[in-house]
């Protein structure tokens, strides 16, 4: 699959430049990990909601992610910071992971710094419509511990 420039929607951009012009946003995140959301938001093609292709990673969205090396599934929910609780499969933006998917294409592969290395992982599923396709995983073990 071609690289495709990240996309995201007017309304999860405008979401989520306004969680991090908070300041009370160094309270609760790692500095890297909000620099990196900004610069997401600083380069990502931003479109009316109506034009974001179903197949973009955008908030409130379910994700199939594949671990290419394990080929292990793992269904999430990519949420604002606010709304993440890993052990219930909703992934922050703020994550090293929501940080990698945010706004990329189902079918691209992303590369991501977790704290167990450095994982490679598909976005196989974008949707709804999201499921597993392997279950010899537990809902958020891709993301790292």
Same mark, same amino acid.
């Given at each position: 699959? $071609?690289?495709? *420039? #990240?996309?995201?929607?007017?309304?999860?951009?405008?979401?989520?430049?306004? @969680?991090?012009?908070?300041?009370?946003?160094? @309270?609760?995140?790692?500095?890297?990990?909000?620099?990196? /959301?900004?610069?997401?938001?600083? =380069?990502?093609?931003?479109? #009316? *909601?109506?034009?974001? &292709? !179903?197949?973009?990673?955008?908030?409130?969205?379910?994700?199939?992610?594949?671990?290419?090396?394990?080929?292990?599934?793992? /269904? @999430? =929910?990519?949420?604002? &910071?606010?709304?993440? !609780?890993? %052990?219930?499969? *909703? /992934? +922050?933006?703020?994550? $090293?992971?929501?940080? %990698?998917? /945010?706004?990329?294409?189902?079918?691209?592969?992303?590369?991501?710094?977790? #704290?167990?290395? =450095?994982?490679?992982?598909?976005? !196989?599923?974008?949707?709804?419509?999201?499921? &597993?396709?392997?279950? +010899? =995983?537990?809902?958020?073990?891709?993301?790292? &511990?």
């Amino acid at each position: 699959m $071609p690289h495709r *420039k #990240p996309m995201l929607s007017c309304s999860d951009h405008e979401k989520l430049l306004h @969680f991090i012009e908070d300041e009370s946003v160094a @309270f609760i995140a790692d500095t890297r990990n909000v620099e990196m /959301l900004r610069r997401r938001l600083d =380069t990502a093609l931003v479109v #009316p *909601k109506e034009r974001l &292709p !179903d197949s973009a990673v955008r908030l409130n969205c379910q994700v199939t992610l594949l671990d290419v090396s394990t080929e292990d599934a793992d /269904l @999430f =929910t990519l949420v604002d &910071p606010t709304a993440a !609780d890993i %052990a219930r499969g *909703k /992934l +922050s933006t703020l994550s $090293p992971l929501g940080l %990698a998917i /945010l706004g990329r294409h189902q079918g691209q592969t992303v590369r991501v710094n977790v #704290p167990s290395g =450095t994982r490679t992982v598909r976005i !196989d599923c974008v949707g709804h419509q999201c499921k &597993p396709k392997a279950m +010899s =995983t537990t809902v958020g073990s891709v993301a790292g &511990p």
